[in-house]
Each structure stands twice: as C-alpha cells, then as structure tokens.
C-alpha cells in the first residue's frame, strides 16, 4: 500500500465524450504527476503538479488538463476522448524535487 | 532530451544475481537515476536511487559509472516473485520543462 488512491479504477467511455480521473495523494506530499500507459509499454510523463501549478509537461495536446487542490489530491480530465486514449492512467505522488514517487494502482480507461 | 535504452527482456533462475543495465547518454548534471518494478496491472514501485558510484538498500543495488552515462540495477538471489519489469528513470530538465523520462522498461522472467 502506497497511500495513493485514484477513482475510479476501470471506466468505459465513448470516443468525443469527457472524463475526470481522480487522485488522492500520499499525505504529506505536496508533488503530483500523472501518466500515460498503454498495454505493453511504460508509461508516459503527462503533467506534474506542485502547489497546485502545473510545473512540468510532457507531449500530450491541450485536451489533456489537470488541476491540484490545496488538500494536495487531483484530477486529470481529458476532453474529446480518442480511441488511443484507452489506457491505464497512473497518478503519482513525492516531495518536490523528488524523483522517488509513489504510484496508485491507476485507472483502466477504454474508450470506445 | 534524455533518452534511455534498456534491454527488453531477460530470463534469469532463483537464486541468481540478475544485473540490468539502462543507458542514458543525455543525463543532466544535477539528476538522479532511479528504478521501479511494475507487476501487472498494479502502479510501478520504487527500488532504489542514485547519483553516482553505487547505492545499496535492503532489496537491489545500483552500480553508476563516473560518466553516469549507464547504471546497473543488481538484484540478488532472485525469486520467482521478481518476475516483473523494471523501468529506468532519469530526470531531464529541458528549456521550459520537466520531463520525467521512462525507459521502455525490462521484462525480468525469473525460472524455478
């Protein structure tokens, strides 16, 4: 147990609809970052939150938005879904400046 | 941006010491390397972290070459239950971002 939670932990959409994936930090760590992971590959960097600031961001378009709240939990939404969309979403949670972070168990998102 | 290079998969027996390399050409000065194993459908989980020269803790060792170009992550007597993969991780500050850079990962299979 890592003390991450993310809701909920599968979800089937429809392609062009919206969702919201949720993350409940590990108290006390004020970084969060969400990843992309498509099955068979690792995963990949979306954002990273500090302080409720996007602070870092990897190659993924617009559409894909997060906020932090002051409690430090957090929330990806990605509009306009797409097919390759369809993946395991891990939210991570650290110290700033650390590399060492702790994962939830994810979100199976299919987009259908 | 760093970019790292791990095998995709190795076979190894209980027992054995299993060593994986990662390389990591692009490294930044002030980064650290660090190492997750990832079970099936469950979050990645840290191993260990590291600088330069060698890290040890209670589960793995991390071996970094004075160019900190490669690491090693040793994993002693391994069991069946190491069956997993493990992903490299660096950091890589770019001009305007933060990038956390996954490896593609190594499918350890561990044999009785």
């Known amino acids: 147990e890592t003390g991450v939670t993310q809701s909920p932990t599968h979800l089937i959409k429809t392609r062009g609809q919206q969702v919201t994936l949720r993350c409940s930090s590990q108290s006390g760590h004020n970084t969060v970052s969400w990843y992309q992971q498509a099955l068979g590959q690792g995963p990949q960097f979306i954002f990273q939150?500090?302080?409720?600031?996007?602070?870092g961001r990897g190659n993924f378009p617009p559409r894909f938005s997060g906020l932090q709240f002051p409690n430090y939990s957090s929330e990806l939404n990605v509009n306009a879904l797409e097919l390759d969309d369809s993946a395991l979403y891990l939210c991570?949670?650290?110290?700033?400046?650390?590399?060492?972070?702790?994962f939830g168990q994810g979100t199976r998102l299919t987009v259908v | 941006l760093a970019k790292t290079t791990q095998p995709i998969s190795m076979d190894s027996y209980e027992g054995q010491e299993v060593n994986i390399t990662c390389s990591h050409n692009?490294?930044?000065?002030?980064?650290?390397i660090t190492w997750y194993q990832q079970f099936p459908s469950q979050g990645p989980r840290f191993i260990i972290q590291?600088?330069?020269?060698?890290v040890t803790n209670e589960v793995a060792s991390l071996f970094i070459p004075a160019d900190r170009k490669s690491s090693t992550l040793s994993l002693p007597r391994v069991s069946l239950s190491d069956t997993a993969v493990y992903y490299c991780?660096?950091?890589?500050?770019?001009?305007?971002?933060?990038?956390?850079?996954w490896g593609a990962g190594t499918k350890l299979i561990i044999k009785p």
């Open positions: 692009n490294i930044a000065t002030n980064d650290y």
């Open positions: 991780l660096v950091g890589d500050r770019g001009q305007s971002n933060y990038q956390l850079i």
């Open positions: 939150y500090y302080r409720e600031e996007e602070n």
């Open positions: 991570a949670s650290s110290f700033v400046g650390g590399v060492e972070a702790f």
């Open positions: 590291g600088y330069k020269t060698k």
